[in-house]
């Protein structure tokens, strides 16, 4: 969550004086629909974190007989 966070910050958030809660909520919803829409920014925050949707495969809980 780091990253997004960040990402929300340099750009939504950047001098943002919000005056009710509401308008806070409606830019962050903005900016992570921004994230969404490009294909490539939250594969690239996972990239960073190195983490991966997928685990590795376990290793065969079977003996070799």
Request: charged share 20%; glycine share 4%.
């Amino acid at each position: 969550m780091e990253l997004p966070w960040s990402s929300l910050k340099k750009r939504e958030f950047a001098n943002l004086a919000g005056t009710h809660l509401a308008v806070v909520a409606d830019i962050t919803k903005q900016g992570i629909d921004r994230i969404n829409t490009n294909p490539r920014l939250p594969w690239s925050f996972l990239a960073h974190t190195g983490l991966t949707i997928h685990p590795p495969h376990p290793p065969s809980l079977r003996k070799n007989q």
